[in-house]
């Protein structure tokens, strides 16, 4: 039987049409005009000032650091449970990140673990909207100093909303990766948000190797920048993907409906979505009570069926030393959590097949 991969996407006629313009006209480096029209589509669309493509979601969290001036000894709040991207970049500045343990039901720190994390050195915390939950940043705001600042990382969730707001929006900056399993995507790719302009102005220029500001001046570059820039290639594609995301995004919600449908939903849980969320799906992932994910990946590879295991907690990287802060929680999501094949065009027949697998697994004893 033909494998099913855990993700796969189609490139509709729109993609191509504009890929193939970018190529025709020659637009291949940054800067070029599907650069902005995508920047304007995503200021009218997310409400927002200022847009900055990048090379990376990794590259995204990077430039939010330095548009806050993280400097070593600065302390940044981060999950367990993301991404190792959010560590690192906290690294490469030599600050501190202080890993905090996430909630088993909704995969995301509570507020009162965040709050108490937070010291005198506190300069940020990351905000990860996990599988697209989106944590209630408005209450988070309300009880730490503003001189604290959010960075949401929505790589996972781009138009997830908390009470009708874009994540992105509700903090200080916004962070995505166009990935390419992403709900939008150009392959590698990102974007910082913001409504601050002198974040904006740090951003364009750290990721664009600290230029000088006039032609003469051009070379006198002012600090330690990077290549982090997007090409219009890229951005052509990203352009005719954000044009289309709520449509892969309804895909997904039809694909969740029907694994509900079939799965047998008394030996696993999915993520518990909060109050005043409307979620994105990004990967169609779920917890076992009694089982082992390593077990079922095994199981369901055997069946050609493509599956991933979950984040393994930051503080348990080999890398991460000295005292370190206990996270059941996010072991628990590591060791029993998966996630199963959710490309935007599974058929019927896959997700009863992908289910059928699942389910024989979950009666073996
Ligand atoms: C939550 C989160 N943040 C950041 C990233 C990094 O994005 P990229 O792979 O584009 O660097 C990812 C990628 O999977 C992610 O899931």
Redesign the pocket.
Known sequence: MKRISVFSRKFGPLDKKFALKALRNNWISSNGPFSKKLENFIKREFKTDYVSLVS???SA?ECALKAINLKKGDEVIVPAF??V??LNTILKFGAKPIIVDVKKETWLPSLDEILSKISKKTKAIIV?H?FGNVLNIPDLKKKISNKIKIIE?C??APFAKFKKKYVGTLGDLGTF?F?ANKTITSG?G?MVITRNKNFHKIIEKYKNLYFGDKNLKRFDHEDIGFNFRMTDLQAAVAYSQAINAKKNILKMKKNVILYKKYLDKKSIEFQKIDNHVQNVWWMIAFVMKNKKSDDLIRFLNKKNIDSRKLFKPLNDLKYIKGKKQKCPNSKYLYDHGLYIPSGFDLTNNQIKRVSKACNEFFKKR
């Open positions: 990376s979601g990794t969290l993301t991404i991207s959010c990860v996990i990382d790589a996972e990766s990935y590698e990102g």
